[in-house]
């Protein structure tokens, strides 16, 4: 039995949903644990692609039941349309689990993220605009309303009417907008309670008493460690933990019960939005980069900017996860490239840097130093042994594992679930 927690070592979108997959097959609990529908996951399964936003990607294997626990903020509307899908393609979603304490995503807080980021002009995050920065100010600032508000009807009935009240002072009088109708708020939402009420659970017992009976549970990491609240390029990133750590504060689930990290990265680097990213390739590699890889947001569609590796980032990202092992995606997108780039250092005002630097604006200084290797022509992408892989793809991955410092359990050369080379099966073991 193990509860292993998988996440994303960069900006996200590294194909935390394939890998999270792959685990799932021999999982009892998937759970999500933070972030909203700000997070795309993507599973390909032969011909048919998921793409999933709110409900852990385990759903997808019959046996899982899956979590969406308390430190999510789930928008009812998009939940309800996901459950939907899902049951169209004939899916049980009888499995899913949420939590009463984790918080509703309601109008008012998509309004203000579009205000906030509108009102920050040039210094805008590039948010999804999913409501998930508001949401969570709400629920620091203690008004937020709770999914065991939400389902009873006159509690949220009351609660919604005296936020929205505040809400439309702000909407009206700084921003000069339209307010809100609570009562047509309150109508439309209720209907969404009412199809979420059945599947309300103390999921921090569930996943305790789980723990105790030795069942496997897989944590869902969303975004990634370099969007955490506290850790990541500030402002620049999420609202939420999207490290390890937050796999506990997310479920209630203790430190202790947590046996792996597995961190997910690409074979190079991606970003969506704005902040500091020092191997960005503003140039036709980066495009190429972008073309190979379909480069193009799950959630908003945005272009996604491209780069190469770097190693300063992922060392410290997974240093700071206590990272077990790496999983690498995405590295067939590179088969073609006479030369592959690994940044291997940073310059900041002229002197050389190893160590990520905490502070935004230095960040916002690094050139990146690279090391070069040579590419390969070869197509990889049906091959399923480590040992069969073109000798240069072998040494950028030997490389990528030596410069940050953990060992690679997994290469991703495909979307597909078969498109899977295995380096280290105990540590994919459930
Ligand atoms: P997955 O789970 C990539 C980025 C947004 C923006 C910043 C803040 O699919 O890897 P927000 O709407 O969260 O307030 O936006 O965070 N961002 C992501 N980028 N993948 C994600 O999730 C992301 N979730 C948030 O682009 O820069
Ligand atoms: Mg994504």
Known sequence: MANVIVIGLLWGDEAKGKVVDFLAQEADYVVRYNGGNNAGHTVVVGESVYKFHTVPVGILHEGVTVVIADGVVLDPKVFCGELLALKERGINTNRIKVSGNAHIILPYHNIFDELEESSKGSSKIGTTGMGIGPC???????????????????????????????????????????????????????????????????????????????????????????????????????????????????????????????????????????????????CATGERIRKNGNEYGTTTGRPRRCGWFDSVAVRYTSALNATSAITLSLLDVLSGFDKVKVCTAYEIDGKRVTDFPQDIEELAKAKPIFEELPGWSEDISEIKEFADLPENTKRYVAKIADLVETPICMVSVGRRRDQTIILDAEMLQM
Do not use: W
């Not at 100010?137 to 929205?164: C, H, N, T, Y």
């Not at 999921?203 to 969007?227: D, R």
């Not at 609240?229 to 504060?249: L, M, R």
């Open 136 to 282: 969570y100010a709400d629920k620091m600032s203690r008004i937020g309303i709770r999914i065991s508000e939400f389902v009873d009807p006159q509690r949220f009935r009351e609660r919604l009417s005296a936020v929205i009240k505040r809400k439309n002072d702000i909407i009206t009088k700084v921003y000069g907008g339209k307010p809100l109708d609570a009562e047509a708020v309150f109508n439309e939402y209720k209907a969404y309670a009412e199809v979420i009420a059945p599947f309300v659970t103390n999921t921090a017992m569930l996943l305790y008493n789980a723990s105790k009976n030795y069942a496997n549970i897989v944590f869902e990491g969303a975004h990634a460690s370099l969007l955490d609240i506290d850790h990541g390029t500030y402002p620049y990133v999420t609202s939420s933990h999207c490290g390890a750590g937050g796999a506990c504060i997310g479920t209630g689930v203790g430190p202790t019960s947590i046996d792996r990290v597995i961190g997910v990265v690409k074979a190079y680097t991606t970003r969506v939005g704005e902040g500091p990213f020092p191997t960005e390739l503003e």
